[in-house]
Antibody
């Protein structure tokens, strides 16, 4: 069974940094694209970033480009999101998601980790 | 930047059919998928590649995508279907979400 478990969220001051992790199990992690999606309080889902299976190709939403970095360690079955220069509008629940069985969609999601940017 | 537009809210009576639309420029040329998110839970994929249902999703969920509009249809809506629903468009680089629709089952 596929499991995605995020960690690393918390309270951080504006301008600070945080690294999120997503531990994957139940599938061949190194074969699949992985994604980060967030949902701010009272708002909708927003795509943040994705990375291809070998980690050589990445893409970012304009709102986080230059501040966030997605990466993966296929030996550890773990996805990361390094978040720098955090702003109040980055406050959200961050989900990792995978595309394993279905195409052109996120078929498995983690439980999410809350990031709060506030002084 | 590409935008997808959904109605903020849709109401339906139990047992009736609910339709949620998602509009975007030439959306029919892209793949559309739909997610259900209940309060306090992670999103769940209910339709992918316009009209395919993942394993475990009830047959009452169906989808279509043509022209500028994708539609999620829930036939025989049940109280358990009350949730936020999000469409998403995919092409070679696009992964944008719609703003979400709150489905209320009255």
């Amino acid at each position: 069974e596929v499991h995605l478990v995020e960690s690393g969220g918390g309270l951080v001051q504006p301008g600070g940094s945080l690294r999120l992790s997503c531990a994957a199990s139940g599938f061949t992690f190194s074969s699949y694209w992985m994604h980060w999606v967030r949902r701010a309080p009272g708002k909708g889902l927003v795509w943040v970033s994705h990375i291809n299976s070998d980690g050589r190709s990445t893409n970012y939403a304009d709102s986080v480009k230059g501040r966030f970095t997605i990466s993966r360690d296929n030996a550890k079955n773990t996805l990361y999101l390094q978040m720098n220069s955090l702003r109040a509008d980055d406050t959200a629940v961050y989900y990792c998601a995978s595309t394993v069985v279905t195409l052109h969609s996120y078929d498995y999601w983690g439980q999410g980790t809350l990031v709060t940017v506030s002084s | 930047s590409y935008e997808l537009t959904q109605p903020p809210s849709v109401s339906v009576s139990p047992g009736q059919t609910a339709s949620i639309t998602c509009s975007g420029d030439k959306l029919g040329d892209k793949y559309a998928c739909w997610y259900q998110q209940k309060a306090g839970q992670s999103p769940v994929l209910v339709i992918y590649q316009d009209n395919k249902r993942p394993s475990g999703i009830p047959e009452r969920f169906s989808g279509s995508n043509s022209g500028n509009t994708a539609t999620l249809t829930i036939s025989g809506t049940q109280a358990m279907d009350e949730a936020d629903y999000y469409c998403q468009a995919w092409d070679s680089t696009l992964r944008v979400f719609g703003g979400g629709t709150k489905l209320t089952v009255l």
